[in-house]
Each structure stands twice: as C-alpha cells, then as structure tokens.
C-alpha cells in the first residue's frame, strides 16, 4: 500500500516565477492539506481540500492556490515567488482524525 | 491567538528516559498530537491525545491536561534512533488544521 507520494523531490525556481506542486494521498484518504516548513520551524497549514473545494485555509496570502481532483490527488500553485517562499512543502492526507505526511517538496527560491 | 510553546533542544543518553513538554494557548482545541521528525524526512505520527490523561504506546507515552493547556511526550528506553525533531501538534476547533510547535530536536548519545 503506497503512502502519501509527493512531487518533484527538489525544486530550483527564480523570484517571480510560479510553480505547481502535487500530491498523490494514501489510497483510502478522500482529504489533502498541504503545510510549508521553513529550516527550524514546525510545519504551517496552507489549506486543506475536500470533495475537491478547499475546505479551510491558513494565514496564507492568495498568491497560494491549490486543486483537488476527483482521484483525491492535489496540487499546490504558488504565483510571484518570493524568497520568503524557500521551504519544504509538506502534504497530508487522511480520512479521519489521523494526518499521514508525504516526504515533501524541498523548493529553493533563488 | 494561537501559541505552543516546546523546548528547542534537550539531550540524552541511550537507554535513559526523557519527558518533552508542550504548552498551548490556542482559540479552539479538538486534540493534540506528537508527531517525530527526522532530518530531511516527514513528520511520522507518534500519538494523539484527545481526553485528558496518559496514552501509552510501547516506548512512547503522551499525557495531557486541558485544563492546563499542557502535554508530555515521554520516551523509555532511549536508542539512537530516536535522535529527531519532536512535534507537538494542537488540532483546531473544526478538526481540520494543525498547529504545530516549532518542535523540539532530541540528541541521543551512547
């Protein structure tokens, strides 16, 4: 049984740039959220996307989107990025109270 | 506002026994989780505590009181495996986001 897979590995992108970034969640799991973690810091609640509509969404300004498919995978859009943006990209999906982490997406913004 | 508090580092030997603490202050509570954190890997999920007392899990114990706003994370036995970052995790009111702390990381010496 796969787990939660999370696309690409690492990411290089130039300030301005946009970037999209995607999520497979563990079979079963009907509910993705996604997290940013900067170095040193617990991760931090982006959104979370349900029956493909976001469904809540944390202190993150709009140039952050994101897409739920009807296969329950997602993605996450970043627009204009800044080098603030530089930080893993956690996703998580569950069903239930339980949130299973991917490995994340490392992005450097340069 | 929402706040939780961990300690930055702590260290200890194989074998020994280490209690790791969180406090919270947060707007809504509808549980609290212990997630462990490796470098440069996802978070795994340790435990998570939603009435007040002590949950045990092998090696790993997590204890809460809501009317303190306060958990413990308590690890027996210590291997050098257990050498990670340890989150604390307050789920919000609506049971949708998590807020984590800014984690605590563990060295485990021989």
């Known amino acids: 049984d796969a787990g939660v897979t999370q696309s690409p590995t690492h990411l290089i992108k130039t300030r301005g740039q946009q970037v999209t970034l995607r999520c497979s969640p563990k079979?079963?799991?009907?509910?993705v959220s996604w997290y940013q973690q900067a170095l040193g810091q617990g991760p931090q609640f982006i959104f979370q996307?349900?029956?493909?509509?976001?469904?809540q969404r944390g202190n993150f300004p709009d140039r952050f989107s994101g897409h739920q498919f009807p296969n329950y995978s997602s993605e996450l859009n970043v627009n204009a990025l800044l080098l603030g943006d530089s930080a893993l990209y956690l996703c998580?999906?569950?069903?239930?109270?339980?949130?299973?982490f991917g490995p994340g997406t490392r992005l450097t913004v340069t | 506002g929402q706040n939780i508090d961990q300690p930055t580092e702590m260290t200890a030997t194989e074998g020994a026994i280490v209690q790791i603490n969180c406090t919270y202050q947060t707007s809504g509570f509808n549980g609290l989780f212990w997630y462990q954190q490796h470098a440069g890997e996802a978070p795994t999920f340790l435990s998570y505590n939603v009435l007040d007392g002590l949950e045990e899990k092998g090696r790993f114990s997590s204890f809460l009181s809501r009317s303190k706003g306060y958990s413990y994370l308590l690890l027996k036995e210590l291997q050098m495996k257990d050498s990670a970052s340890y989150l604390c995790?307050?789920?919000?009111?609506?049971?949708?986001?998590?807020?984590f702390g800014k984690g605590t990381t563990l060295s485990v010496s021989s």
């Open positions: 996307y349900y029956e493909e509509e976001e469904r």
């Open positions: 995790a307050v789920e919000d009111q609506a049971g949708t986001a998590l807020i």
């Open positions: 079979s079963g799991h009907d509910t």
């Open positions: 998580a999906s569950s069903r239930g109270y339980e949130q299973y």
